[in-house]
């Protein structure tokens, strides 16, 4: 709905800041909640611009500062918290805004002050407590006869709930600020029972469901002083106060340590009741890593946080100590603008009393805080360390613990040293030392590792909220909250019946599943069994769950992320020598599928469940098995696992679980992919440089992996001493389900020992559904630089026997990248019937199947002493030939050294001549060629599918090079027009036979448009693409600094602005006697500042050509709030005369549309000079201003 003249000048003069002309309209009964075309209410404007007396105004004329109309869903809060204004948040809060209400993207408003940096902001919302909450407190409740706090105390009372400042001085002058809170004296009795209540009802099940820690914590903390004043039973409560201050800021002589406030607040946290509290806990171990010393305090790890310091920071989450210029040395407090007239080097505040406590301490040393002796410290720590809290190991171990550790280091260096001494007895060469050395040293890096991330994960996995809490100054601005749904309440369910599930996972999971198919592997393995199993008390956890429910009617699909890292131990027995593992880590992707839907309980048929991809999977060694702890034999043995649990439930294959018996879920173990992937992996450039030479000139072997959901996984060849390498490599994947499926691509550095990691980039299938071949550079995340160039394109699977022409002439175009599959060939193995025995052994065979097509071929798991194996196995193969191929199926022995049992042949014509290309589940016979089988058959299903360009039902004849140059073909002609004519004619008369010419023509005589449109995950040759080309601008036509064309689109699936600075022409020559060598800077402002991006120089040009791709990643509402800044300098040597800067132009993005890419020439600027305006970007030729 359109505003009004009126509504808009509000809102506009909110924005402004302009009080009495918002009092005015207020008074002219204008509207006070309108919304502008986003959604915001003038109240949310007047919270992100800071202005403090317009929102209490709008509040004072009722506006609704809970109002979440905003598109984002963003409150009048949350604009506060970006502002940094912390009174605009303490009176958003006081009339009553909510601090856990969360915006579309599921953040709050303190996460979004974490997010900008406002830490004071996260304090002010962490910590407040409105006083329509302390009402419950002030009014009798039930049968009481008084109320349970005086309502004189609330403002004081509520002035000790919100403080962050947690230093004993700062809270007792708040309690002598407010006579109210002690006078009467009883009154500080009723606070210090008001206190305990808050503590019982933040933490206690039976009076609530959401336990508030923090502030059960902090009222504990609060009600010790109360407590400590009350016991000198004294009615000068000044007095006391006084007293007891002077004892907190007493520190010691040498240096200047409060021994009496770190012993009292360690006291304090050892008297919390609620002992099982997580946060507790975590104030425990940290406390109790720090050993008190007579007159000092040593860490173990270097640092020294006094505990005071760790109370801060667990319940603020930053420490004291920041801003520390101008704190009060006695209570903490900042703004401090008073010196000590003797040393000017300490501040104080205002506050009288406070100064003068501090300068009575030198003078006025109290007898109660004597030197303490280092027998009463000693038994001051010991008592602290003592304290049990379950789940909670502190302190420093016993001695006999330390003997032990002792004793392994010494064995430890003393068996190296006896290594050394044999290699030189038997005067072996020094390169033997070298390499133990390096074993050793490797080995003991690699063990550190794995006890961090073990460690980490056990955090995690015991409390996560608080160990994100604890740490997130160490984690990226964009790591909150995950964007899948939560799961606490299903990780509370799984650890109360864990321990009942234990005997459940021992019979059904390891010795009916695991064992069987372990001895099955090999005829040594045939003793395997378990000595012991002992899962631990740690279960596993669930980070997240996303459900689909909109793919098909009758089932529920989820994808949950489990990871596990517990204190399960297993210890294994083989031909007497026994094997164990410990400290297990598992993370992987789950995905349940419940179907058939049924109309009578249970509601589900069956459940069936696998793994997207191969799980990660590490161990800790023990017993004999720290013999193979070796690097190469432990990798070893991770593969061998991975490729066993990928044969049992990694996809294609599944584990089916019925829950009901009178349905049929045959078709449940299998299932026809969606579509096939094809990858073409072309190049790279501005690869970093993993391998840096002596003399300081660095290269790298990279080679890429290329993997999508399933056990698959391609590597391309590995080039040699390049930053820019070239592959042209094809690989293909099926596609489960495009909806949910992504493309990841991972660059790595070859190396003898462990690979290098180069970068990674991540392409979503289902952007290519409906489009032609998808030809795009994606800058690769997690590294400084670097980019890698591919061609995706996505092809459903027919089952009409036409569409094998059409495949054909489609693979005919790339004919350069040899034989491409044209069919997807699906083989479902069910079972084999009546094995024979072997004849060697005259045992039952080890039998698993192996499945070839030409040179492909898979592998199902193997079953020990089996003649009816059901392997409920399936494959999916490609073919490029399905009319000559012909399917292999061999069933061998593992007992007898992989002998062929009998075999299954079958031309995929065969299958192709069928009316729906499917031969449905039918026994085969098995044939031999050494002997005759009698009854022996395999049971399988076998379905073929013919690729089909595209999710369309028509084949778009329109070839992806035809395809670039049709996009803005008046821009291409304009851009070539004004190039230089040898440049241009240098390109159209390169090579075309080579990739790396057919590339550069694409980009440089096509179209640069098709980078950026494509980069941008939108095909330019799609019907429905909303892609705006602007080739003639009347004010471009008279441009004395030239022009540069950009394309600018902002990709939500990945949340990512990309902008591609195209070219530049008619520049301005700046250069004295030869042509210029220019590039561009792109710099994103305010808030990327620091993220400066160049393109390439050209050299000797003023129309130069750059296509570089530069990407920003930041939601759509921040990209909102930013602006373009583009300069186009000459690249000059550091002393040469001529000028530098060339021209400017800054663009505003508060236009930007999601769904638009924009590709437009804009006029330079004069460098050095104010600009005559924002320019907006360019839509449909139209270009826009607006005021700075």
């Not at 505040?349 to 004597?370: A, E, G, R």
Request: hydrophobic share 35%.
């Amino acid at each position: 709905m359109a505003l009004d003249s009126g509504e808009k000048t509000i809102i506009d003069y909110t924005t402004e800041g302009s009080f009495e002309d918002v009092e005015r309209l207020l008074k002219a009964h204008v509207p006070v909640d309108v919304h502008d075309e986003h959604g915001m209410t003038p109240l949310q404007h007047a919270a992100f611009k800071g202005h403090t007396k317009i929102c209490s105004l709008l509040l004072a004329h009722g506006a609704d500062v809970n109002d979440h109309e905003h598109d984002q869903g963003y409150t009048a809060l949350m604009f506060g918290a970006l502002s940094g204004n912390s009174e605009v948040i303490r009176i958003l809060l006081e009339a009553g805004a909510k601090s856990h209400q969360i915006n579309r993207i599921g953040r709050t408003a303190a996460q979004l002050a974490a997010f900008t940096g406002q830490k004071h902001c996260v304090d002010t919302i962490n910590n407040y407590v409105t006083l329509e909450d302390l009402k419950y407190y002030t009014t009798p409740q039930g049968q009481e006869a008084e109320s349970k706090l005086p309502e004189s105390c609330v403002q004081g009372f509520q002035l000790l709930l919100i403080t962050t400042n947690f230093n004993p001085v700062h809270l007792l002058n708040i309690v002598c600020k407010y006579p109210e809170l002690y006078q009467p004296k009883s009154n500080l009795k009723r606070i210090s029972n008001t206190l305990s209540f808050i503590i019982e009802r933040s933490l206690d099940p039976y009076h609530t469901t959401e336990p508030n820690d923090i502030l059960a914590i902090k009222s504990h903390y609060i009600k010790t002083f109360i407590d400590a004043i009350l016991e000198k039973n004294s009615d000068d409560i000044n007095k006391v106060c006084g007293d007891l201050c002077k004892k907190f800021a007493h520190g010691t002589e040498n240096d200047d340590f409060r021994m009496f406030e770190e012993k009292f607040i360690r006291e304090t946290i050892r008297d919390f009741p609620f002992k099982q509290c997580p946060l507790l806990q975590q104030l425990v171990r940290l406390i109790a890593s720090v050993v008190l010393m007579p007159n000092s305090f040593v860490h173990f790890q270097g640092q020294n946080p006094s505990a005071l310091s760790v109370l801060t920071t667990t319940l603020n989450g930053r420490t004291l100590g920041e801003e520390v210029s101008n704190r009060c040395d006695a209570c903490s407090q900042l703004n401090a603008s008073r010196r000590c007239t003797a040393c000017k080097s300490i501040f104080y505040i205002m506050d009288s009393f406070v100064s003068n406590l501090q300068k009575k301490l030198v003078s006025d040393t109290p007898n109660t805080n004597s030197e303490p002796t280092p027998s009463t410290t000693s038994n001051e720590s010991n008592s602290f360390r003592k304290l049990q809290i379950p789940q909670a190991k502190i302190g420093l171990g016993s001695t006999e613990a330390d003997l032990i550790s002792l004793l392994k280091r010494y064995l430890e260096i003393v068996g190296l040293v006896v290594i050394v001494w044999i290699l030189g007895y038997f005067h072996l060469s020094v390169s033997w030392i070298l390499l133990v050395v390096l074993i050793y040293l490797f080995r003991q890096r690699q063990r550190a590792l794995f006890k961090e991330r073990h460690k980490m994960l056990n955090e995690i996995n015991n409390n996560e909220e608080q160990y994100i809490k604890a740490r997130l100054d160490e984690l990226p601005s964009w790591v909150f909250f995950p964007d899948v749904e939560r799961a606490e309440w299903l990780n509370r369910i799984i650890k109360q019946a864990w321990p009942y599930a234990n005997k459940y996972l021992d019979k059904a999971i390891f010795h009916d599943i695991i064992i069987p198919m372990i001895r099955g592997t090999s005829p040594a393995l045939a003793d395997f069994n378990f000595q012991k199993l002992d899962l631990g008390d740690i279960p596993p956890r669930i980070g997240g769950i996303k459900v689909y429910t909109d793919n098909v009617r009758d089932q529920i699909m989820m994808d949950i992320e489990v990871f596990y890292a517990g204190d399960a131990r297993i210890k294994s027995k083989v031909k007497g020598i026994v094997c164990g593992i410990k400290d297990i880590q598992f993370v992987g992707d789950l995905r349940i599928i419940l179907s058939p839907l049924i109309n009578t309980i249970p509601l589900v048929g069956a459940v069936t469940y696998f793994f997207l991809r191969k799980p990660s999977i590490d161990f800790k060694l023990t017993d004999a098995g720290t013999l193979v702890d070796i690097p190469g034999l432990n990798d070893l043995m991770l593969v061998q696992i991975n490729d066993i649990v990928a044969s049992m439930m990694v996809l294609p294959n599944r584990q089916v679980f019925p829950l009901v018996t009178d349905i049929q879920i045959g078709h449940l173990r299998w299932s026809n992919p969606q579509g096939v992937v094809r990858v073409i992996v072309i190049q790279a450039k501005e690869l970093i440089k993993a391998d840096i030479t002596l003399l300081g000139k660095g290269k790298s072997d990279p080679f890429v992996k290329v993997k999508a959901q399933g056990n698959i996984e391609y590597k391309t060849k590995t080039i040699n001493n390049t930053t820019e390498p070239q592959w042209n490599e094809v690989f293909e994947f099926a596609v489960e389900q495009y909806e949910s499926d992504s493309v990841v691509l991972e660059v790595y550095d070859e190396d003898p020992g462990k690979d290098d990691f180069l970068g990674r980039a991540e392409f979503p299938i289902n952007t290519l559904t409906d489009k032609e071949a998808v030809d795009t550079w994606l800058t690769l995340k997690d590294v400084k630089k670097g980019s890698i160039n591919v061609c995706l394109q996505y092809f459903s699977l027919s089952t009409q026997k036409s569409a094998l022409d059409i495949i054909e002439q489609t693979n005919n175009k790339m004919i350069k990248y040899g034989a491409l599959s044209k069919a997807l060939l699906v083989i479902y193995i069910d079972r084999c019937t009546n094995l024979p025995t072997s004849k060697k052994t005259h045992r039952e065979p080890n039998p698993f199947c192996r499945i070839k097509v030409d040179a492909v071929e898979r592998k199902t798991q193997t079953f020990e002493s089996q003649t009816n194996p059901s392997f409920e196995h399936i494959s999916q193969i490609l073919c490029a030939n399905p009319v000559q191929q012909q399917l292999t199926i061999d069933v061998c022995d593992a007992r007898s050294n992989n002998d062929i049992i009998g075999f299954f042949q079958l031309p995929i014509k065969q299958i192709f001549d069928t009316d729906s290309m499917t031969i449905d589940t039918q026994a085969f016979p098995l044939r031999s060629s050494s002997e005759p089988l009698d009854n022996v058959t395999i049971v399988i299903r076998l379905s073929l599918h013919i690729l089909f360009p595209g999710h369309s039902s028509s084949l778009n004849q329109i070839s992806p090079s035809n395809s670039f140059r049709s996009v803005d073909s008046n821009t291409t002609a304009n851009a070539q027009q004004s190039a230089s004519k040898d440049s241009l004619n240098q390109v159209l008369h390169e090579d075309k036979t080579s990739t790396q010419a057919t590339t550069s023509n694409l980009q440089q005589v096509a179209s640069p448009v098709s980078q950026i449109v494509q980069s941008g995950k939108v095909s330019s040759t799609s019907s429905n693409s909303k892609t705006y080309l602007v080739s003639n601008d009347p004010d471009l036509q008279s441009t004395p600094h030239g022009q540069i064309k950009l394309g600018i689109q902002y990709a939500p699936n990945r949340k990512s602005l990309s902008v591609t600075v195209c070219a530049c022409k008619n520049l301005t020559n700046v250069h004295s006697q030869n042509l210029p060598d220019p590039y561009v800077r792109v710099n994103l402002l305010p808030d990327f500042k620091k993220d400066k991006k160049k393109t390439k120089s050209i050299h000797d040009t003023i129309n130069p050509v750059y296509d570089d791709l530069f990407e920003w990643s930041a939601s759509l509402v921040d990209i909102h709030r930013q602006h373009l800044h583009i300069s186009v300098k000459n690249n000059s040597p550091l002393f040469a005369q001529e000028q530098t800067y060339m021209g400017e132009v800054e663009i505003d993005l508060s236009n930007l549309d999601g769904e638009k890419s924009s590709v437009a020439w804009y006029a330079l600027q004069e460098p050095n000079t104010s600009p005559a305006g924002l320019l907006k970007i360019k839509y449909d030729g139209e270009e826009l201003k607006t005021r700075q």
